[in-house]
Every structure is written in C-alpha cells, then in structure tokens.
C-alpha cells in the first residue's frame, strides 16, 4: 500500500471517475477531454506520494511512461473511428511510434529522477517545483509528438 487507508479510498473512487470519464470520452468523441482522466490518475499517484512522504519512487518513470502510451493509445482510438483506411503497416508504424514514445518518457523521466536524487534538495518547494519541471516536460515531449507523429 502506498498511502494512507483514507488517501487509498479517495484514490479509489477517483480512478473510477477517471476511468468513466475516458469511456465517455472515447464514446463521445472529444479528443480535447481525452487528456483530463489521465491527470486524475496523475493527481491521485501524486496525493499518494505526498501522503506516503517516500523521498524518492522507483516506479514513477515506469508510471510515467504508462500515462504517455495510454493517452496516445486513446488517440489512436479517436483516430481509428474516422475509419479512413491507411497505406499498409501504418498500424505497424504507428505501434512503433507509440512504443518508441513511451520507452522515451521512461527515459526521460528515468533521467530527471536520477537527477533529483543527485541533487537531493530538500523542502516542499523545491520538490513541488522539480515535480511541476518533470510533468511540463513530459507535457512538452507529447505535445511535440502529436504534432509530428504518424497520425499528425
């Protein structure tokens, strides 16, 4: 368990609302929203951590990587239900490009994580500043993947 028993019962219920809302989402058809389930699940990791107070975890670049594939895997879902028939090994390509994505997140956030515990600055602020700089630019390499990716 990561967190406290109230922290894991709110979790809970706010990854059930997470994953309605991308449901609903997917079904509607509204590639603007496709982004808000996955920053709950975000918040409720975070909360956890917070609650958990653990310097360091492990498992956030894996974790990080997890939230880039799914939200390019629901695109990928958005795009598929235009049904315009692509050239052949398009699929192929584009699970490349989707795989390649994720592996460069944990990367990257594998990297920043390395950094952190080089540095091991303490405070809140200097930790919620250094989580604020990891999130925008994971936010920062998937931005700039959609707009050069296979589908973009």
Avoid: N
Avoid at 98 to 126: F, P, Q, S
């Amino acid at each position: 368990m990561r967190a406290g028993h109230g922290v894991e019962h709110a979790g809970l219920r706010v990854a059930a609302v997470a994953v309605v809302g991308l449901v609903v989402v997917l079904a509607v058809g509204v590639p603007g929203l496709v982004p808000v389930p996955f920053l709950l699940v975000g918040g409720i990791y975070a909360a956890q951590l917070v609650a958990d107070d653990a310097p360091l975890d492990a498992a956030a670049p894996a974790f990080a990587a997890g939230l880039v594939v799914g939200v390019e895997l629901a695109y990928w879902s958005l795009d598929e239900r235009d049904g315009a028939k692509g050239e052949p090994g398009d699929d192929l390509r584009r699970s490349a490009y989707v795989a390649g994505l994720g592996l460069a997140a944990l990367l990257v956030a594998a990297v920043v994580l390395a950094l952190v515990d080089a540095v091991r600055a303490r405070g809140l602020g200097v930790d919620v500043a250094g989580a604020a700089a990891a999130s925008l630019a994971l936010l920062a390499v998937v931005l700039f993947a959609r707009g050069r990716g296979p589908a973009g």
